[in-house]
């Protein structure tokens, strides 16, 4: 509880940090730190694998990226704060705020109904303390990821190559400096 | 020892300042990053529900693996979308581009 309050602290202050920051670097570093303490979440609940994809693929290669557009195209830190004019950030504040009382509630009312439910139907120690009954399975973790992902989620693993290869081609095609094919085409 | 409900107020948390980040941003850049936060607090929620309501499946983790997936194709074209962007407007403000208006 004390490790996962520590790292839920982090998370959230970043968030906040994240949003707020007016320097594009320094948003780009908290969100780095926010994906770290996510990672090790991940990590408290068992799941060592998505905690390992989490710092390699979030951390390291789309924040990478990230910081990789930032340099490049520039960015100055006045250009990048949170909106001057005083109607967006209110509604901003509003619709966020609501987004988030209404979660809270559905889950402490689903949360009560759930509890309700494992009292009278479940046993007690699957719900209690899932954590302790799993030290065998936490060393196999990446090992039942991966007989699930390429037995029972084959299909839906290979449509997603699909997409990464969608998303090479298009982000590809996006980025380029002019279009050979486009002859009458009106980029500078 | 935390529980489901724990993991739940947190990703509604970070999901609600997303949501603020994407509405108050006037920059692309800060647009994405505020997206990269909201998969992220769902994410918590896939691994968390996983964990406390069907611990033997990991269906849960499952899909968090294909929204990290996601989220990283989402980010290589929205940031190849942001670099033409300024190419063309020298500028990435997302209210200065309303070419897509009429």
């Known amino acids: 509880m004390i490790i996962f309050s520590i790292l839920a602290a982090v998370a959230v202050f970043s968030a906040v940090m994240v949003i707020t920051r007016k320097s594009p670097i320094s948003s780009a570093i908290y969100l780095i730190v926010l994906m770290c303490s996510l990672a090790g979440l991940f990590a408290l609940q068992g799941a060592f694998f998505i905690a390992a ?110 997409l990464l290869l969608a998303a090479i081609i298009g982000a590809f095609v996006i980025a380029r400096k002019s279009d050979p094919i486009d002859d009458e085409g009106e980029e500078t | 020892m935390p529980g489901l409900t724990h993991y739940l107020i947190l990703a509604a948390a970070l999901f609600a300042l997303g949501m603020f980040g994407l509405l108050t941003r006037r920059n692309a850049v800060g647009v994405l990053m505020s997206i990269e936060l909201m998969f992220n607090a769902v994410n918590i929620n896939f691994v968390a529900f996983s964990r406390f309501l069907t611990p033997e499946a990991l269906t849960g983790q499952i899909f968090a693996v294909f929204i990290i997936t996601i989220a990283a194709a989402e980010a290589a074209v929205g940031l190849a979308i942001v670099m033409l962007i300024y190419r063309n407007f020298r500028g990435i403000e997302v209210d200065k581009i309303n070419f897509m208006k009429w």
């Open chain 1, 53 to 162: 994809l989490q710092v390699i693929v979030y951390a390291g290669a789309i924040m990478v990226l990230f910081i990789f557009v930032i340099m490049l195209i520039n960015l100055r830190d006045n250009d990048f704060g949170i909106d001057k004019r005083k109607i967006q950030k209110y509604l901003g504040f509003i619709f966020a705020a609501v987004i988030l009382l209404q979660a809270v509630f559905i889950t402490g009312w689903a949360m009560k109904e759930f509890s309700n439910e494992t009292e009278s139907a479940m046993s007690s120690e699957f719900y209690q303390s899932p954590v302790d009954s799993l030290d065998q399975e936490d060393y196999l973790s990446a090992e039942s990821v991966a007989e699930n992902l390429f037995m029972r989620f084959a299909y839906p693993f290979e449509v997603t190559s699909i």
